[in-house]
């Protein structure tokens, strides 16, 4: 093969990535990012997500003492849609308005999990906090 061959391949390989690139971009990268929308603070013994949308869902883990009593206060809004929320297949609470509340779980491991879902779910916060129980 030629050089010419050569650098007419590569320049046609380099313009088919190009665009499937930006095509990629333009329809399925960017509808995500927009439905997305969210904000997480994630700590040691707190969680916090806010949100324009949520429609997806969030998981963070916590670092605990296990076998020690802990009190677990939580508090979800959204205005429309509905948020679920579980702490390490213990606590299941579920909204479609506000919720607020707390909750003394026991851990049997060490970094228990939390996750946040979010169904259609618009204009909210879901926060959690951990303290320990004495």
């Known amino acids: ?6 650098i007419y391949i590569i320049s046609f390989f380099v313009i ?23 904000s997480t603070y994630f ?17 963070h883990s916590f670092l605990v003492s ?3 009593q802990y009190e677990v206060v939580y508090r979800l809004e959204t205005k429309e ?4 929320f579980e702490l390490d297949n213990q606590l299941h609470i579920s909204t479609d308005s506000r919720k607020e509340g707390s909750a003394i779980i026991t851990f049997s491991r060490l970094q228990p999990i939390i996750t946040f879902q979010g169904d259609k779910a618009k204009n909210g916060e879901c926060s959690v906090k951990i303290y320990k129980k004495r």
Do not use: C, N, Q
């Open 81 to 84: 849609g509905e948020i679920h």
């Open 16 to 38: 088919i990535i190009t665009f499937s690139s930006i095509i990629l971009m333009k329809f399925i990268i960017k509808p995500s990012w927009k439905k997305m929308r969210i």
């Open 43 to 59: 700590w040691f013994k707190s969680a916090k997500v806010k949100f324009k949308v949520f429609d997806s869902f969030a998981s």
């Open 1 to 6: 093969m030629d050089i010419g061959e050569w």
């Open 66 to 68: 296990p076998k020690r």
